[in-house]
């Protein structure tokens, strides 16, 4: 036999005993994750209490910070949807009355809610004396569902690829940029991790053997994770996958007697946490169609350059994820395809169908790739794995507690740094909220304003018994209803009849014009407050809005700025981009919010500086507006936004700005 023969099939024994020595290891260590029945352990294995450590800091990083810009959502998602409507129920019974968002989440809770405030009368007393204390506990449940999801990602983990690539994949989820960030947020998408990674311990156990708690287990979570969010219904296919391989080694009747308990079991948990869907199918069908409408409606594109769903959702992978271990999930995916077929098609089509799914459509948020991070981190841990496996030439070696901790600052390094940063940073006030403070110590009572759409409409209304009382409605100062245009913010021209539209929060900027400065001053609305989430749309795209821009320098050009906050170390430091201007994730961030101007106009009847409102103009800020340059220099600064997804867009519009931050979220997300 010629040598290079003789060469090739030591080669092809030493890989196949090396990967027979791999599957043995995982193996043993599925079937020591697994409890034996009646046996009990003094204490906590010496295998576990690394996990343990992941929990505790998974839990300080989703827990500090929470209270941020209460008592204000700055996020309209999360002001309009699931902690409100969990309160709703108090009034109205167990019906949301809306199924775009399904309400899994809304009634968890509302049963933590009931549980620490004893039901509705003292729901609605806390919320009267001090709405932070509710908000504080819906924003917990989120949190303490994020560290769920970590720990039962590490079950799966175990169970489908052994202890050191499931620690490795927790450790992942744990520093997880975006599955951080919004676990300070009262909103389904980290809670829908949970159930996704629930449903992945009982697919994993299935590679095990056959038992029907397992099909079960696969099932419940599925059903629940549709339940929570629609999308978290992606973990159907690694149930397939395994099924199929089932139905080879077993044969079709166990399979199919197997399907059938995961799907009752999935249907059975759907149904109990979304009853309504099946007792008013009218409604739920309605916002479904409602929902995908919303997804694929080319809506709220101002400022967003980016318009790729493909390469969108790769790059917040890598920023938000993290980018050594998307890197590596793709590495795993291929060691999975060459060394481990079945583990490749219970792992690898899930994320592809997924980012192709999401990509196609026209808007896209970071926040909904978190569906499909379990299913990277798992990639990720195996592809480190292998890499360590080929340097050091042996898988056992390349399991060691050292070798795993080198790997296990390689794929988490990032995370560390802009979590951390991240959940620091939120523990500080929120520009909004320092600006707000210093209009109501500063600002007379019954002053009239124009307030771009970046904050709460309850946002000039006093809260608790510190603050004056307003007059007005309940309002503090007079608002000028930016949410009425005689333009049409669809054709840019006036309406036919001269009747007023209403206008959207992301169309703001598109009805803007010089002349609105001349209104304003012959309607003595003498203060303008302007946010950065909406300036910095049109900066993005001056060419989509020159009107606005125009609007921007007549603004200053007739008016002195009385005050100003940017969350940033410098100025200009961060372009607008729907993402970074929202969540958070440059290093550049001192505190959240978006820089705020508030500006004091001249003329008319704001007057020469004279009068009430003369004392708020200072020699120190006009120096800081020379020192920060104009709007020319923004413009130039502005570049292309980073990141590129609309985590801001806004559907729908109300006549009084209902609500919201410009741009955290979309109303309607699936």
């Not at 049109?538 to 002195?560: F, H, K, Q």
Request: hydrophobic share 45%; net charge positive; glycine share 10%.
């Amino acid at each position: 036999m010629p040598p290079a023969e003789i060469e090739d099939q030591r080669t092809h024994k030493r890989t196949m005993s090396e990967l027979a020595e791999l599957r043995r290891l995982v193996a043993r260590e599925a079937h020591e994750a697994e409890p034996a029945r009646g046996h009990h352990h003094g204490g906590p294995r010496r295998s576990t209490i690394p996990i343990f450590g992941l929990l505790f800091v998974a839990a300080v990083l989703r827990i500090y910070g929470l209270k941020q810009g209460l008592p204000f959502a700055y996020n309209v998602d999360e002001q309009a949807h699931f902690m409100p409507r969990a309160i709703g129920m108090f009034g109205h019974g167990g019906n949301p009355d809306y199924f775009v968002n399904p309400p899994a989440f809304t009634y968890v809770v509302h049963a933590v809610l009931s549980i620490r405030f004893g039901g509705r009368d003292g729901v609605y007393s806390a919320y009267i004396e001090d709405p932070i204390q509710v908000w504080t506990y819906a924003r917990l449940t989120c949190a303490l569902l994020g560290v769920l999801g970590v720990w039962l990602l590490w079950r799966a983990g175990v169970r489908l690829l052994g202890r050191p690539t499931a620690f490795l994949a927790a450790s992942i989820l744990t520093f997880c940029f975006l599955a951080v960030f919004y676990s300070h947020q009262a909103l389904n998408d980290v809670p829908t991790l949970a159930p996704i990674c629930l449903s992945l311990w009982g697919t994993a156990g299935l590679l095990i053997g056959d038992r029907r708690r397992d099909w079960m287990l696969a099932g419940l979570g599925m059903g629940l994770a549709c339940a929570t969010k629609y999308t978290g219904g992606i973990v159907a296919l690694p149930l397939l996958a395994v099924a199929l391989h089932r139905w080879r080694a077993d044969g079709l009747g166990p399979v199919v007697l197997g399907l059938m308990w995961a799907g009752f079991a999935a249907v059975i948990m759907f149904v109990i946490a979304n009853p309504y869907a099946l007792l008013t199918p009218g409604d739920f069908i309605d916002d479904l169609i409602h929902q995908q409408t919303a997804s694929g409606d080319d809506v709220g594109k101002l400022g967003l350059t980016q318009t790729n769903g493909f390469s969108y959702y790769l790059t917040a992978s890598g920023w938000g994820i993290g980018w050594v271990p998307s890197i590596l999930a793709v590495v795993g995916a291929f060691y999975l395809f060459f060394r481990d077929r079945m583990r490749f098609w219970l792992l690898v089509p899930a994320p592809v169908v997924y980012i192709m799914f999401m990509g196609s459509q026209v808007r896209f948020f970071g926040r909904w790739l978190l569906p499909i991070s379990p299913f990277i981190a798992l990639l990720a841990g195996v592809g480190a794995l292998a890499i360590a496996t080929w340097i050091l030439k042996s898988p056992v070696k390349a399991r060691r507690p050292r070798v795993l901790a080198v790997l296990f600052v390689a794929l988490c390094a990032q995370g560390i740094v802009y979590s951390a940063h991240s959940s620091l940073i939120l523990g500080r006030d929120d520009t909004r909220t320092l600006a707000r403070d210093w209009m109501f110590k500063n600002v007379p009572t019954g002053v009239k304003l124009v307030l771009e759409p970046i904050v709460p409409s309850a946002w000039i209304q006093p809260i608790g018994k510190t603050e004056k009382k307003g007059r007005f409605g309940g309002d503090q100062w007079v608002k000028y209803p930016v949410g009425k245009s005689q333009i049409d913010p669809k054709t840019g021209a006036f309406t036919p009849d001269g009747k007023p539209v209403l206008v959207s929060v992301e169309d703001f900027e598109r009805v803007l014009r010089p002349d609105l400065v001349n209104t304003y001053v012959r309607g003595g609305f003498c203060l303008v407050v302007v946010g950065s989430t909406q300036r910095g749309r049109a900066l993005a795209e001056p060419g989509e809005v020159p009107d606005a821009l125009r609007y921007y320098r007549e603004l200053e050009a007739n008016s002195s700025m009385i005050y100003r906050i940017s969350p940033f170390s410098k100025p200009n430091e961060v372009p607008f981009s729907f993402d970074w201007s929202f969540i958070y994730f440059p290093l550049a961030y001192d505190r959240p919010g978006p820089e705020i101007s508030i500006y004091r106009l001249r003329g008319g009847k704001c007057g020469d500086g004279k009068g009430p409102l003369s004392s708020l103009v200072t020699p120190a800020v006009a120096q800081e507006i020379a020192k920060e340059g104009s709007l020319e220099d923004a413009t130039k600064q502005s570049g292309t936004p980073a990141g590129g997804g609309t985590d801001s867009a806004i559907s729908g519009a109300s006549s009084n700005n209902a609500g919201a931050q410009s741009g955290d979220a979309a109303p309607t997300t699936p």
